[in-house]
C-alpha cells in the first residue's frame, strides 16, 4: 500500500484528448485504496462520458458549478474540504489558464480557488501549444504557488507531431501523487519534501543496429536506494538504463538507453533536486561511427574508434546551484585513492566506494560492501544486503544535508 490508501482525491479532468487515460488514471488510483471523486469540465465531456468514471470510480461524478442538485448533495465547497488533492489530469492549456488567472466560472476551477489541499496538474497539449510562451508563462506562474506540474511527457501526439505536450502515462501519475502525499504527511521520514534522483544501471553504446557495448551493472544498488528515499520520505525519481527492476512503488521512472540519453534526463531532473546519486555504470566512450547496417563477419579484424561520453556527475555538480552530489566509484583495484580522486576532480559533496572486482558483491549480487568518503571524513558500511547498505547511505546522506 502506498500513501494512497484512503486518500480522498478530486481528478479533474479537462478537455483534451488525452482524457481517455483519465479512466486508467481512475482505476489506478482505486488499485491503491484511494478514494476518486472526478469532476469534469463541459469540454471533457466532450472526449468521454461521465458514466465511465462512475462506474470506475463508484462515485458519482460532478460536472457543474451552477446545479442545484448538486450543491444539494455535496456542495462545491464542501467537496473542496473534502479533498486531501486535487490532480488534474489532462489539464488543458485552456484549464492552466483559468487556474493560473484565478478564475472560478467552472466546478473544476472554483474547487481550486476554494482547497486547501495540494493541487497537482498534468498538462496535455500539442507541442506547440506546450512551448506557446503564454502555457509557459502560466505554468510558471503556478508553480509559483505550490502547484505541482507533473510533466508533460515528451513523444508522438495525437496530431501527428512529435514533441513535448504528451500527459503522463497512469503510472507515473499514480507514483508521483503518491509521492505528492507523502511529502505532506507530517509523519514523514529525514528526506521529507526533498527530491531525490537517482541514475542506476548500465547504458548501451550501440555498433550498429543489433549490437551494443554495455557493462555488467544489474542496477540493483540504484534501485535499493530508490527504495529507501522514498521510505525516508523523499520524492524519488529514478533514471534508469536497460535494466530489468522493478519500479518503486512512489518513484517516477525515466527510462534510458544511452549514456547520452541518461546525461540529457539527469540534467533535466537535476537542477531541481536536492539530492542528485549517480549509481548508473555510464560507458565512458561510445563508439564514434554507428554502422547503418549490419557489420559482416567478412574482415579478420575490425577496429572500432571510440570517442567519450559526457561526465553526467561532473555536469551536475558543476551546475550554479548544484544538488548534493553523490557519485560511486566502482573500480577494481587502489578503490580508495581513485575514489578520493573522483570526488576531489568532480566536486562530489560524498562519494561511495566499491570493490566490483569481488563476485561476492558488487555488479551482479545482491550483497554489497562500500566506502564512504567524503572530504573530511571515512566511513566503512560492512557488508550486508544492498536494501540494508541502502538504507544505511540515504541516512548518512540525510544528515550530511
Ligand atoms: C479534437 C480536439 C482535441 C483537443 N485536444 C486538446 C488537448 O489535448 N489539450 C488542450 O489543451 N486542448 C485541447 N483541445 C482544445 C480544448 O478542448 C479547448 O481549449 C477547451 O476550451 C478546453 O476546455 P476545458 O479546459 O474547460 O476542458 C482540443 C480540442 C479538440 C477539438
Not at 10 to 21: E, F, N, S, V, W
Not at 173 to 188: C, E, G, H, I
Not at 221 to 236: D, I, P, V
Request: some cysteine; hydrophobic content about 45%.
Amino acid at each position: 500500500m502506498t500513501h494512497l490508501a484512503q486518500k480522498k482525491i478530486i481528478l479533474g479532468i479537462t478537455g483534451g484528448i488525452a482524457a481517455y487515460k483519465s479512466a486508467e488514471l481512475t482505476r489506478r488510483l482505486k488499485e491503491q485504496g484511494a478514494d476518486v471523486r472526478v469532476v469534469m469540465t463541459p469540454g471533457a465531456k466532450e472526449f468521454i462520458t461521465p458514466l465511465t468514471f462512475q462506474a470506475l470510480s463508484g462515485n458519482p461524478v460532478s460536472d457543474s458549478l451552477l446545479d442545484r442538485d448538486a450543491e444539494a448533495a455535496m456542495g462545491h465547497i464542501e467537496l473542496a474540504r473534502w479533498a486531501d488533492l486535487i490532480l488534474v489530469a489532462p489539464a488543458s492549456a485552456d484549464f492552466l489558464a483559468r487556474l493560473s488567472h484565478g478564475f472560478a466560472n467552472d466546478l473544476l476551477s472554483t474547487l481550486c480557488l476554494a482547497t486547501s489541499a495540494p493541487i497537482a496538474v498534468a498538462p496535455a497539449m500539442n507541442q506547440l501549444m506546450w512551448k506557446n510562451k503564454a502555457t509557459q508563462a502560466n505554468c510558471h506562474t503556478l508553480k509559483q504557488r505550490g502547484i505541482l506540474l507533473l510533466g508533460p511527457n515528451s513523444g508522438d501526439q495525437a496530431c501527428g507531431e512529435t514533441g513535448l505536450g504528451r500527459m503522463m502515462e497512469p503510472d507515473q501519475l499514480v507514483s508521483a501523487t503518491a509521492s505528492l502525499l507523502r511529502n505532506n504527511d507530517p509523519q514523514a521520514g529525514p528526506l521529507h519534501g526533498k527530491k531525490v534522483v537517482i541514475t542506476a544501471g548500465p547504458t548501451r553504446e550501440a555498433l550498429d543496429p543489433i549490437r551494443f557495448i554495455s557493462n555488467h551493472s544489474s542496477g540493483k544498488m540504484g534501485f535499493a536506494l530508490a527504495r529507501a528515499a522514498l521510505a525516508a520520505g523523499a520524492q524519488t525519481i529514478i533514471i534508469a538504463g536497460p535494466v530489468y527492476q522493478e519500479t518503486p512503488n512512489g518513484a517516477e521512472r525515466i527510462n534510458t538507453v544511452t549514456a547520452k540519453g541518461m546525461y540529457r534526463a539527469s540534467l533535466e531532473h537535476a537542477p531541481s533536486a536536492d539530492i542528485f546519486i549517480a549509481t548508473a555504470a555510464v560507458a565512458d566512450y561510445r563508439p564514434l561511427q554507428i554502422a547503418g547496417q549490419k557489420i559482416k563477419k567478412s574482415a579478420k579484424q575490425i577496429s572500432i574508434e571510440l570517442t567519450r561520453n559526457p561526465d553526467i556527475i561532473a555536469a551536475v555538480a558543476a551546475l550554479p546551484e548544484k544538488p548534493f552530489t553523490v557519485g560511486f566509484a566502482a573500480e577494481t583495484n587502489d578503490l580508495i585513492n581513485y575514489a578520493k580522486g573522483k570526488l576531489q576532480n568532480k566536486k562530489l559533496d560524498l562519494i561511495v566506494a566499491n570493490d566490483v572486482a569481488r563476485s561476492d558483491i558488487g555488479f551482479n549480487s545482491d550483497q554489497n560492501a562500500v566506502t564512504v568518503i567524503s572530504a573530511d571524513k571515512h566511513q566503512n558500511l560492512a557488508q550486508a544486503n544492498k536494501d540494508q547498505i541502502a538504507e544505511q547511505l540515504i541516512k548518512i546522506i540525510a544528515s550530511a544535508l
